[in-house]
């Protein structure tokens, strides 16, 4: 892990503004990155007490937000598609008259939204030139993501002066879900058929890498594993996942495939309850790891576990190989039962 080096804030420094009435948090996706985030926006909400804190994101993530208790207001039309719409929000945002404005996402686009609102924009903590609170750290692109975000916080006087060693920055944590929902029936493992100890199997990743998926007929063979020792592997995933989720239940008749039929609140209160998390380094492996489930994530070497990895409280463990196909079985079954995921099943069969 490399020691950071972070600039000293000159003496005439002055941090955001507390009083601030209306604060603009920018995160737009991908889910990964949406799920880290997550503790940045518990900062923001902690600092400014009692402003109303609008989320511009988008459409995917708007349900989720809307019931997140850092977000008093979610617009989801963070991403638009033409100049038109593009000069409609830029317009919006202009005339909402924002006290200070959290760029997360510190994409062209987003940094462009802030060039938009000149010559009198809000203040503004992000990469943008110009911005009043600029991430200028040159370890920038070289830390983790939530030391990334916990560090452009700040510069703008969020979190301790001296900022948090590597490592420590806070975690999302995704324990509000339950209380939010009132835990209704679809909030439990019983309403998928799920009675005792369970292991989720999150074979997802991005449709354009490959590379970061583990083949599914070793995730068959893995679930017979995990079937062996009386724990019922579940899978989940999206419509690209399918093919995975029928090979797995297919393989292990005890395992239950979900893939498509859980919504991101459930997989919150899934991972809640799980006995453990094995996957890709995908989002809703992150979701898993923010849920508080014990991890392990699996990588190629197109990615860097030291700064993309998931991190939360139930711990994360990780494996690598140069090319995830040669990744076998039986190394991923040892590194699971490693990590106590077995340790409350019933007798293996």
């Known amino acids: ?138 370890e920038r692109e070289q830390m983790h993501s939530l030391d990334r975000l916990a560090d452009q916080l700040r510069c703008a006087g969020l979190g301790p002066e001296g900022g948090y060693a590597p490592g420590m920055a806070p975690l999302p944590d995704l324990r509000w879900v339950r209380k939010a929902l009132r835990d209704p029936p679809r909030l439990q493992p019983d309403y998928f058929g799920i009675r005792g100890p369970f292991v989720m199997m999150i074979p997802g990743a991005s449709p354009h890498r490959p590379e970061k998926r583990w083949p599914e007929e070793k995730y068959a063979e893995l679930a017979k594993k995990i079937a062996a020792r009386g724990v019922t592997p579940v899978v989940i995933g999206a419509m690209a996942e399918k093919d995975v989720g029928v090979a797995v239940a297919k393989a292990e008749p005890m395992a239950k495939n979900l893939v498509t039929r859980t919504d991101l609140f459930q997989l919150v209160t899934l991972a809640e309850r799980a006995a453990f998390a094995v996957g890709n380094d995908t989002g809703p492996m992150h979701i898993a790891a923010a849920a508080g489930a014990r991890c392990l994530v699996l990588f190629s070497s197109n990615s860097d576990p030291e700064k993309v990895a998931p991190r939360g409280r139930g711990g994360v463990a990780t494996i690598a190989a140069s090319h995830l196909g040669d990744l076998p079985v039986d190394e991923v079954d040892r590194a699971i039962k490693n990590c106590g995921a077995y340790q409350d099943a019933p007798l293996t069969r």
């Open 1 to 138: 892990m490399i020691a950071l080096r972070r600039p000293a804030q000159s003496p005439e420094f002055q941090p955001a503004p507390q009083t601030a009435k209306k604060v603009l948090v920018i995160k737009l996706g991908a889910l990964g990155d949406f799920i880290q985030a997550q503790a940045a926006a518990k900062v923001i909400r902690n600092y400014h007490v009692g402003a109303r804190i609008t989320l511009l994101t988008t459409e995917p993530f708007k349900a989720f937000a809307e019931k997140c208790p850092y977000f008093d207001l979610v617009e989801a039309d963070g991403r638009p598609r033409d100049a038109q719409a593009t000069a409609a929000l830029i317009a919006r945002i202009r005339a909402a008259k924002y006290d200070m404005v959290y760029d997360l996402q510190t994409s062209g686009r987003s940094s462009n939204y802030f060039q938009a609102l000149r010559p009198w924009p809000p203040l503004w903590c992000g990469i943008a030139p110009g911005c009043a609170y600029p991430h200028e750290n040159p």
